[in-house]
């Protein structure tokens, strides 16, 4: 059964930095595309970036995280973790790690329905 947790959301001050980690089980890195999507209140849901499963290698859908947030995992504790730096209130939104139901690679585009195993997400506050 896979099941995936995140943590690390907070209320930070505009400019500050977070981390934020994405625990899966029941699942090998190596052959999942991981995802973080965010979602603001009363806004659809909006692909931030998305690691292949064999290479690392991350595809940043959102233009305004490419400068400032980084990707990284621990292949070994299968945890992903979101980087975000100089943040700003606009990134204040719930933030979801998931897991691809469609196999190591992610898609150019970013659809919550290519993703089939859900955190509960973990909160991040930005204030100006």
């Known amino acids: 059964q896979v099941q995936v947790v995140e943590s690390g959301g907070d209320l930070v001050r505009a400019g500050g930095s977070l981390r934020l980690s994405c625990t899966a089980s029941g699942l090998t890195f190596d052959d999942y595309a991981m995802a973080w999507f965010r979602q603001a209140p009363g806004k659809e849901y909006e692909g931030v970036v998305c690691?292949?499963?064999?290479?690392?290698?991350?595809?940043y859908y959102l233009d305004s995280a490419k400068a400032r947030f980084s990707v990284s995992r621990d292949i070994a504790k299968n945890t992903l973790y979101l980087q975000m730096n100089n943040l700003k209130p606009e990134d204040t939104a719930m933030y979801y790690c998931?897991?691809?139901?469609?196999?190591?690679?992610?898609?150019?585009?970013?659809?919550?329905?290519?993703?089939?195993?859900w955190g509960q997400g973990t909160q991040v506050t930005v204030s100006s």
């Open positions: 690691t292949n499963g064999r290479s690392g290698s991350s595809i």
């Open positions: 998931a897991a691809s139901r469609s196999g190591a690679y992610c898609f150019i585009a970013a659809s919550e329905n290519d993703f089939g195993y």
